[in-house]
């Protein structure tokens, strides 16, 4: 870890990516369009980057699908696939520092994150979806001996991979790893907010050995790179990270094209529970301020919705206030701060507007509340009082903001915890193993976890239940079958 004045250094020195990157080239949009790319903890332009139409993304369409009826990468030995994302694995890793500056500029996120996500997490993607190409078997089918049933994976085709802002090149890896690993042809939208780390990205695939047309990343908005990618008749798979609303968007793209299947990671509004006989220690306090407070809340998972015993919630509160106040909000850029920037001006907006309704519905805000600095900065804030009807209880507000409910008993928990239209995650504390297997098996959620805050890790599969998901799964060994097709292919024995 090195100072601000280093990372400083490093960001004056950056070239940063501004084309597309379709079949191989870096090129600009067909009707030379542009947008702006702002770095939020300023509000000044960083750059400006081609705005890619719907022509465009039929470019790269069709270098997707030459380069996959070629079959250099999706009919390769796995082994080859293999060795080239390993490379790419390790480019990453050499390009860390680089690529977490230009993250932090692009998106407001701490630098710490950044560098903790790239060097750390996104390489390990690379690297764990590698060696997972050549360890994937099929099955064989139990048949008498007039046949042999085989049940063997095949890469999907083109998958358009469209990407949210809160983890710009994790995102990317998640869905990139292991479509790459399949033997897919991909097509990257990232938000148009942190388009930046996801071009370089595909510079470094290129450098890595992916095959020109086998990664093409398009920048743009999403009504219109984004819907053309929805609507294309030739992409095969959507998978989504995003907003519950624009997933639903996604599967009426699918419904008025080609019927591509498609693949939803969407918004949470996610609950922690603090059970009666939990221990209030400062490990607890730790994960319940994190839980809210990471990546300033912008977090599919975040627990904003705190449900805590009444027996013990007064010195809950204390002590979560406490530790909210000691969070720096700050130059994102610096690793002395703890929290960074909003990723836009009209995301800080809405935040404060959660605030302001909370206020206005009867919670009592404890801290936090104001705009801090020049940037899209907003202070960590924390309401008690807060009721299961009132609108910060019920709608994902993905800023630095958490409320506490109180409850009387696990089944309360339970009930208001289960009470919602999204089923991401949930945390649990308790010191009763009965109530906490009880908890985990009863909370209607795809990650439930148990005496700590964490979404798993590379091995097991994220998703949601009910408004936050799809069927489809990221991370895991689940995330290849998403970008997979299933093929039986029966031998009849001519001598039985
Ligand atoms: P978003 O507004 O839904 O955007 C996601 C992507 O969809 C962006 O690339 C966006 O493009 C594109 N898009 C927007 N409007 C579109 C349209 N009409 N047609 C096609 N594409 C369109 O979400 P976000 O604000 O970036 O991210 C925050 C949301 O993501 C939160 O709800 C959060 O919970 C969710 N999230 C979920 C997970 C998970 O794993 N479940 C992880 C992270 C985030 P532009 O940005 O260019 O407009
Ligand atoms: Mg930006």
Redesign the pocket.
Known sequence: MSDLATYQQISDGLLLPTKAFIGGKLTDASNGETFASINPATGETLCKIAHCTAEDVDSAVQAARRAFDDGGWSRAAPEHRKEVLLKLSRLVRENADELAVMESLDAGKMITDCLDEIGGEVANFFQWYAELADKSFGKVAPTGEDALALVVKEPAGVVGL??????PLL?AA?KLAPALAAGCSCIV?????TSLTALRLAELAQEAGVPDGVLSVLP????T???A??RHHDIDIVS????????G??LR?AGESNLKAVGL????KSPFIVLDDADLNDDLIEHAATSAFWNGG????ANMRQLVDAKIADDFLDRVLTRAKAYKVGNPLDPDSDIGAM?TQE?MARVTGYIERGISEGAQMLTGGGRNGAGFFVEPTVFAGVTHDMTIARE?I?GPVLGVLLVNGMEEALKLASDSIYG?HATVFTRDIDRALHLARRLPCGTVSVNGFSEGDIKTP???YKQ??SLSR?NGTEAMEQYQQTKTIWIQNGMS
Do not use: R
């Open positions: 469209v990407l949210p802002w809160n983890f995102m998640w939208k990232p938000a148009e907010q743009g908005l999403g009504e790179t984004g819907q990618i929805g989504f990270t995003g907003s519950t609303e624009v997933g968007y996604f793209y990671e969407m918004g949470g912008q977090n599919c998972s990723v995301h994902e993905f991401l994220f998703g949601g936050s998901g990221d």
